[in-house]
C-alpha cells in the first residue's frame, strides 16, 4: 500500500511568466493526477467499518481500556488467566453439567449438589434426632455414609 505522490506541481505553473508554454495546466496533467490519487485511494481501508488483510498491527492499550480501540492479540492475552496452571480469583463461573457426567469438566457446587441430591436417601429416627442418611460407593469403590440433620 504506498502513499498518494503529486506529479505536477501547480503552484509552480504559477510562477511562470504569461506565455510560457509550460505555464499550461494539461488536461494529460491533471489526469495524471486524478489516477494517482485514485489507484492510491483504493488501496487505503474506509474509516468507517474498514476492511483489513495481511497481517493488521495497532498499538496495545493499556490495560483496563474499555472504550471502541482496537484490541491487540497482547491486549486481550493480558485479560485471562492462562490455559495451563490458571490461577482463577472472584467468583468465576462455569455451566452446570448433566447429573452423572464423570467427564473431566469443572465440577460446580450446584453439579455437587445434584449429585448429592441423587443419591438415593434413608429416613432414620431416633429418641434423640432425625435426618437422612446417604449411602454410596464413591469413584474407589469404598463405601461412603453421609448424614444429613
Do not use: H
Amino acid at each position: 500500500m504506498g502513499n498518494y505522490t503529486k506529479n505536477t506541481n501547480f503552484t509552480d505553473k504559477d510562477a511562470l511568466t504569461p506565455g510560457n508554454i509550460n505555464k499550461k495546466v494539461k488536461g494529460s496533467e491533471l489526469d495524471a493526477e486524478f489516477d494517482e490519487i485514485a489507484s492510491k485511494f483504493t488501496e487505503k481501508a474506509d474509516l468507517a467499518a474498514p476492511t483489513f488483510t495481511g497481517n493488521a498491527r495497532a498499538e496495545t492499550q493499556p490495560s483496563g481500556t474499555a472504550d471502541k480501540t482496537i484490541a491487540t492479540t497482547a491486549f486481550v492475552a493480558a485479560g485471562f488467566a492462562p490455559l495451563v496452571d490458571a490461577a482463577l480469583t472472584g467468583t468465576p463461573t462455569a455451566p452446570t453439567a448433566a447429573t452423572a457426567d464423570d467427564s473431566t469438566t469443572i465440577a460446580t457446587t450446584a453439579y455437587v449438589k445434584q449429585e448429592i441430591d441423587a443419591i438415593p436417601a434413608v429416613a432414620y429416627a431416633s429418641e434423640s434426632t432425625a435426618g437422612t442418611v446417604r449411602i454410596y460407593v464413591d469413584g474407589s469403590n469404598n463405601l461412603q455414609i453421609y448424614t444429613q440433620d
